[in-house]
């Protein structure tokens, strides 16, 4: 079985700050692992995922994540936040790769931008 | 791209009547497509995952004869709920894979039920 925890059900970061969104995983095989942003009374986009190429994965909008095996985690970053990253987060994993197989996510983060 | 619609987007149905959901990938084709529920300020959970041209998989404590789904196509699955009740008021979320093999799902943009 396989299981994702978000750490933090809201984070709120200063416009500009760093953004850490943590993301802490358990899968009995290697996983593959995404991070998806949901807007209000909207679906998910793709930020970026992790399918056992390189260990740091850059995505869409300024974030990257980075895989360690060692820690089980894969924590979303962004350099400086911008008031149009406000939304919220979701982690999620993959045991199977090559086929069918629907993800289990994590229970989000709200993330808050201060102006 | 990779495009995934939803239809309708918003619906609000009478307590004891059946509501359809479609989900479409309009610039690929889907092998597998897969049903989520997301309760208000809650996580995405699983349903059901969708196979052109095969009976669903439906994940444990999912009433199969309750929600039910069909994939007729390779671009085109179906959610219909039956007998709704206030309890199934949720946001029901489709994705897609584009072909056998690969592990991004697209996601459509939902649809918010609210039943009376």
């Known amino acids: 079985a396989q299981s994702v925890t978000q750490l933090g059900s809201h984070v709120s970061v200063s416009e500009g700050a760093l953004v850490l969104l943590r993301c802490n995983y358990s899968s009995s095989v290697p996983p593959y692992l995404f991070w998806y942003v949901q807007y209000p009374n909207q679906g998910l986009q793709l930020l970026l995922k992790?399918?056992?190429?390189?260990?740091l994965v850059k995505g869409i909008n300024g974030f990257e994540a980075e895989f360690k095996k060692s820690e089980t985690s894969f924590h979303l970053t962004k350099p400086s936040a911008h008031m149009s990253d406000a939304a919220e987060y979701f982690c999620?994993?993959?045991?199977?790769?090559?086929?069918?197989?629907?993800?289990?996510f994590g229970k989000g983060t709200h993330l808050i931008i201060q102006p | 791209g990779a495009v995934v619609s939803q239809h309708p987007s918003r619906v609000i149905c009478k307590s004891g009547t059946s509501v359809k959901i479609e989900c479409r990938s309009l610039d690929f084709q889907a092998t597998t497509m897969f049903w989520y529920r997301q309760f208000p300020k809650q996580s995405l959970m699983l349903m059901a995952t969708?196979?052109?041209?095969?009976?669903?998989?439906?994940e444990q404590g999912v009433e199969k004869d309750k929600f039910l789904i069909n994939h007729a196509s390779l671009t085109l699955s179906t959610l219909t709920v039956t007998s709704a009740h206030p309890e199934d008021s949720s946001f029901y979320i489709c994705?897609?894979?584009?072909?056998?093999?690969?592990?991004?799902?697209?996601f459509g943009p939902g649809t918010r039920l609210t039943v009376l």
């Open positions: 992790y399918t056992s190429a390189a260990t």
């Open positions: 994705s897609a894979k584009k072909l056998a093999g690969a592990n991004t799902q697209y």
């Open positions: 969708s196979n052109e041209g095969s009976k669903a998989t439906y």
């Open positions: 999620a994993v993959s045991d199977k790769g090559g086929g069918a197989d629907g993800l289990t």
